[in-house]
């Protein structure tokens, strides 16, 4: 193995540390709501790990559960409450949600101030315009290790492979505004190892295991992978063929342990960042 190993970990536990000591200097506690409306097993692990976190770094987290049979006008009174309780400063509806409930106008439901998710389309405008104040966490975690690992992003070749409104194309915006030259690639690209070949910056967000073979990658690529698949042996893999990618890369994000840790920490980062706007 030649590249260097970008610990996700450890950078997820020094921004919650930060975020601590910026709680802890407050004259108030910032207040997280997350939402989870069902008994989905990963989300049900997500918010438990969410509400711990935020709690360890001075943030009054709570969950609302709610009935898998919540229909859509209960889910939009909840979201109407918690944008109007002041002790609220992030609101974060966890995702999927039942069918029965159209996830886009919940979405749209809050308070775009209180929208640590980052996914509010006045939220998703800042960032493609260049304002962002409240970034999505997990793309928002991908910049981080970047900055981590000392990748000059200015003029560099960067290519986002995946383009969800929830990883991809906020990765893309954020490399773009960080002056980085960003091809976005997707199930519909013609070549995908060759585009791959031509990138300085690899950011991998497709939901296909081990997609991404060490013969794609550049020599001394930094290689930001943000998949988590799980297979058949109950193995977490990225996307990305880690063994592979990692003799050829100059740098990597390990899965687990890469990506993974920083939404968390980003996402309390995100809860502070709206309670000092809001409340001064
Ligand atoms: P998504 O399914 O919404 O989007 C996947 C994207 O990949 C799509 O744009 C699609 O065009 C593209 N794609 C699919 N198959 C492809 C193929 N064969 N070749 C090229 N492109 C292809 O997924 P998402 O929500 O963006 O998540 C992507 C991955 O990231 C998943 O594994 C997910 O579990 C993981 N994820 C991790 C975190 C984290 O905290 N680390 C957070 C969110 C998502």
Not at 9 to 38: C, D, H, I, M, Y
Not at 98 to 115: H, N, S
Not at 149 to 176: E, H, Q
Request: charge should be neutral; proline fraction near 6%.
């Amino acid at each position: 193995m030649t590249a260097k190993i970008i610990d996700g970990k450890q950078v997820a536990a020094r921004l919650r540390e930060s975020v601590a000591a910026r709680t802890a200097l407050l004259p108030f506690k910032p207040g997280l709501a997350v939402v989870l409306v069902g008994e989905d097993p990963a989300s049900t692990v997500y918010v438990r790990n969410k509400d711990r976190a935020a709690n360890a770094a001075g943030i009054a987290a709570s969950t609302l559960r709610l009935p898998m049979e919540t229909t859509q006008a209960e889910l939009l009174a909840t979201i109407a409450r918690l944008n109007a309780d002041n002790d609220v400063d992030g609101i974060l509806v966890q995702l999927p949600l039942p069918p029965q409930i159209d996830a886009r106008a919940v979405i749209e439901a809050i308070d775009p101030a209180k929208d640590v998710d980052g996914f509010h389309p006045v939220n998703v405008g800042r960032l493609h315009d260049g304002r962002a104040t409240l970034v999505p966490c997990t793309p928002l975690g991908v910049m981080k290790l970047l900055a981590e690992a000392g990748v000059s992003l200015r003029g560099t070749r960067a290519l986002v492979l995946g383009r969800s409104s929830i990883v991809g194309k906020p990765a893309a915006a954020l490399l773009t505004a960080a002056d980085a030259t960003v091809t976005i690639a997707h199930s519909r690209t013609r070549d995908l190892a060759a585009e791959c070949r031509r990138a300085e910056v690899l950011v991998a967000a497709v939901g296909r295991a081990e997609l991404v073979r060490g013969d794609w990658i550049a020599t001394d690529a930094v290689v930001i992978d943000v998949g988590i698949n799980r297979l058949p042996d109950g193995r977490l893999v990225g996307d990305v063929a880690f063994d592979e990618a990692a003799t050829v890369a100059g740098a990597i994000t390990p899965v687990p342990g890469g990506v993974g840790p920083m939404t968390i920490a980003c996402l309390l980062e995100n809860t502070v960042t709206a309670a000092v706007a809001r409340r001064g």
